[in-house]
């Protein structure tokens, strides 16, 4: 894990997104959504999954939401293998849980009202499938 100072010029700067998590176990089918709070850190773009803990670094947003994408895959598949999904999921630091509400909240307040409509949630997806030995529902109870 990276252990490092986060640098923000302003709290507007941070993002906000959802990664979808599907998994397949032997015949059944699970989604998770991972929430994403996009930051920037030593002038390079990071996106932390805050269910899981995870970052990902790039360029650009997406390039850090990409990088993200393998490092959840990898999380996955590691604690299938090794025997230990409640692994997993290890949330991270309130305070990120704080800023992506406040950035949530104040994206908000900057839609007119009138202008709302139904809303349609297209959440990034990241798919794999676990390794054989995770057969049920009852392998992933840990989560």
Request: glycine fraction near 6%; aromatic fraction near 8%.
């Amino acid at each position: 894990m990276h252990n490092k100072r986060w640098i923000l010029s302003t709290e507007m700067s941070d993002t906000v997104s959802k990664i979808a998590l599907r998994l397949r176990a032997g015949t059944e089918r699970f989604t998770f959504n991972i929430s994403v709070l996009g930051v920037q850190e030593d002038g390079a773009e990071c996106a932390i999954a805050l269910e899981m803990s995870l970052r990902g670094y790039g360029d650009s947003f997406e390039d850090a939401l990409s990088e993200l994408e393998g490092a959840i895959w990898e999380q996955v598949t590691f604690c299938a293998e090794k025997g230990d999904p409640a692994q997993v999921f290890v949330p991270a630091d309130q305070q990120y849980w704080h800023r992506y509400a406040k950035r949530t909240f104040d994206q908000l307040q900057e839609v007119p009202t009138r202008s709302i409509r139904k809303p349609r949630l297209r959440p990034r997806q990241v798919s794999c499938t676990l390794p054989t030995s995770v057969t049920s529902a009852r392998d992933l109870a840990g989560l």
